[in-house]
């Protein structure tokens, strides 16, 4: 017989067991949870090759078992799951293959104080189990393969030892020895806690100390009206290892075009972190209650990556290999069913509860406009899931897109939106003036990304969506009065073209002012200041970007422009130098001034020409 192999773990590993042992005090109890999580996975994949045929066996259900022995201060799970071969021994318990695993690792490397939440979310695996245990043997024998039986040891440390267990029986058997403050994991009661706490919903029977502890039930097959409250909720809490309720649940069965049975939960809060990489889709796919992929690609849209939850579907084949399921005509029909509803659910939500709605969307609006953005097939229902301050609403409160279509008076063709830092500059904009004055209503919208939103989305309802910066508007009766005649505003304009030169593609008279003395007007091709400068953000080249200099329009009624007028027949210099300076502010309320210093310059210049220095 062979001799024990020394072997290290990989340097990954070592920082894991570095954390967990050192920072997860307060939480090691989830180590059960983990531990219990995978023989339930080793069940699920002998259950599933049994039942796709490609191993004997039949209808065997595999179990799980726990037992304890208070005296030894030991603990034992054992299951008849799939097993492990010696190398998968060596690369399951040797190496971190999980790229998820990995990046939570570096988030926490970030990270001053580990959000024990999020650890609870990632799970640490296997590993946890040193959180407790001061030596932890696995015996494990592959259901694939019986020919050999192995034994794991480690102590955590820099790493462990395999031999020969010819003893070991199919499955896999893990013995923990525990540390001196952990013995109260030898005794019955806290197990027994535990295992009610985070693993009832565990789709395989298991026994602690021969006693059989849940009831094995998939609830997402139960009809809605049986399912407790509590049910639902602790169900939520065993999926996604969250102890905060869940903003939404939907648990729904359909028959065509493809059978579901399923139960979609959205988490309180959005687990993407910023640093922290793309969070996986973690709804499970079941096939007759049989687990084929616990995180299903490809089941919903990517921008749904939020949704925890379980789909069943009995018309899926079991013997197609993941891979091939994933493009599959049949999930095409189950994400589009899936989504669809999903979507309808939101929607109805959203009429019935638009406080809890207003959190929702506090929450997970990005992956909604991702969706406007990526999925064209459902960008007009998530349309109508949108929320934005607007110039009717009070400050605080969010419109949708179809109450502010409802909200618009005749003669109002398009809707409206500008994007601003907050309120108060959106409100105080040139851009507004012509909105305030003829009572439109505009959409006030403060993340950049929105102005992609509304160039993707377009339309809505049949209207056009349009940034107020490229509205078409006049104002309707405008008050002559110590106006320019209309000879001299074209003389004026004229000059100011010769003056400003190339920067300026036209000046003309503007219909849309009231308080300010000139605005820019960007070209309907042209993009908005904002969009130019997030593309630039994002490395683009602005050469290869259509950007036509804009119009300069100017307001015949403002006295500075008045009194320009007069000023560059008596003193042309003094007149250029205003003319600049009118032109950076246009350019500076637009967003297209990127370097004030030159404009504070010349602002200096003319203050000292009026105090008289
Ligand atoms: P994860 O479960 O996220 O893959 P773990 O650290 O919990 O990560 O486990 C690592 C791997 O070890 C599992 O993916 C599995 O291949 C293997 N493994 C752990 N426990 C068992 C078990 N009881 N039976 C079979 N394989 C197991
Ligand atoms: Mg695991």
Same mark, same amino acid.
């Given at each position: ?5 020394? #072997? ?15 920072? *997860?005090?307060?939480? &090691? ?5 983990? /531990? ?9 994949? $002998? =259950? ?18 726990? %037992? ?42 970030? +990270? ?5 939440? *999020? ?44 031999? @020969? ?25 806290? *197990? ?13 029977? /298991? ?19 049986? $399912? ?20 939404? &649940?939907? #648990? ?71 891979? &091939?399921?994933?493009?599959? !005509? ?14 309808? #659910? ?18 997970? #609006? ?20 949108? =929320? ?49 004055? &003829?009572?439109?209503? $505009? ?29 078409? /508007? ?41 308080? !300010? @003395?000139? $605005? ?7 993009? %908005?200041? !904002?969009?130019? =400068? ?22 015949? =009624? ?22 600049? +300076? ?32």
């Amino acid at each position: 017989m062979s001799q024990p192999e020394q #072997h290290s773990f990989q340097a990954e590993i070592q920082q894991l067991l570095g954390i967990v042992i050192n920072s *997860l005090y307060t939480d &090691r109890e989830v180590f059960v949870r983990e /531990l219990i999580s995978n023989a339930a996975d080793a069940c699920e994949k $002998v =259950r599933f090759l049994r039942t796709s045929g490609e191993i004997a066996g039949g209808d065997v259900e595999p179990t799980i078992t726990l %037992t304890t022995d208070t005296e030894a201060g030991t603990l034992t799970l054992t299951d008849t799951g799939i097993g492990m071969t010696r190398e998968e021994l060596v690369q399951n318990l040797g190496t971190i293959a999980h790229s998820g695993t990995k990046a939570f690792l570096k988030g926490l490397a970030d +990270q001053q104080k580990p959000d024990t939440r *999020l650890i609870g979310q990632f799970g640490v695996g296997f590993y946890a189990a040193f959180m407790a245990a001061k030596q932890v043997d696995v015996y494990s024998r592959s259901q694939r393969d019986t020919t050999e039986g192995w034994r794991w040891t480690s102590e955590g440390g820099n790493g462990f030892v395999l031999e @020969p267990a010819p003893d070991a029986a199919p499955g896999t058997r893990i013995v923990l020895a525990l540390k001196d403050d952990a013995k109260d994991f030898a005794e019955p009661e806290t *197990l027994e806690r535990i295992i009610k706490q985070y693993s009832n919903f565990v789709a395989f029977p /298991l026994e602690l100390n021969g006693t059989q502890l849940n009831t094995v039930q998939a609830i997402w097959a139960r009809s809605k009206n049986e $399912v407790k409250e509590e049910e639902y909720s602790q169900f939520y809490e065993f999926l996604a290892h969250d102890k905060e309720a869940p903003l939404y &649940r939907l #648990h729904f069965t359909a028959d065509a075009p493809i059978a579901i049975q399923s139960l979609l939960y959205v988490p309180s809060r959005s687990m993407e972190m910023p640093g922290m990489g793309r969070q996986e889709s973690e709804v499970q796919l079941y096939c007759r209650k049989v687990l084929i992929d616990s995180k299903s690609r490809g089941l919903l849209p990517e921008w749904l990556r939020f949704i925890r939850g379980v789909v069943d579907s009995e018309d899926l084949p079991l013997n197609v290999s993941r891979e &091939r399921m994933q493009d599959s !005509s049949l999930m095409q029909k189950l994400s589009k069913a899936l989504t669809n509803r999903f979507l309808k #659910h939101l929607g109805e939500e959203a009429e019935k509860d638009p406080i809890a709605y207003d959190k929702f969307y506090t929450e997970f #609006h990005r992956f909604i406009k991702e969706g406007v953005l990526s999925d064209w097939e459902h960008q007009a229902t998530l349309g109508k899931l949108l =929320r934005y301050d607007s110039s009717a609403m009070e400050t605080g409160k969010k419109t949708s897109l179809p109450d502010y279509v409802k909200r618009m008076p005749e003669g109002q063709k398009e809707i409206y939106y500008l994007l601003a830092k907050d309120r108060a500059s959106a409100e105080g904009s040139p851009y507004f003036e012509v909105f305030r004055e &003829r009572k439109f209503e $505009v959409l006030f919208v403060e993340d950049p990304i929105d102005e992609f939103v509304m160039d993707r989305l377009r339309e809505f309802d049949g209207k056009t969506i349009t940034a107020a910066e490229k509205a078409a /508007l006049d104002l309707d009766n405008q008050n002559k009065e110590g106006a320019l005649s209309d000879d001299d505003a074209a003389a004026l304009s004229g000059w100011l073209k010769l003056t400003l030169g190339e920067a300026v593609k036209e000046v003309r008279s503007s219909k849309r002012l009231v308080e !300010s @003395p000139v $605005v820019m007007v960007e070209s309907d091709k042209s993009l %908005t200041a !904002s969009m130019r =400068r997030t593309l630039k953000l994002m490395g683009r080249d602005m050469a290869e970007m259509t950007d036509p200099s804009p119009d300069l329009e100017i307001n015949p =009624r403002h006295p500075v422009v008045v009194k320009l007028n007069l000023l560059r027949q008596t003193d042309g210099p003094l007149a250029s130098l205003v003319a600049e +300076q009118l032109f950076d502010q246009a350019r500076l309320a637009s967003g297209r001034l990127e370097d004030p210093r030159a404009m504070l310059q010349r602002m200096n210049t003319l203050l000292s020409k009026v105090v008289g220095a």
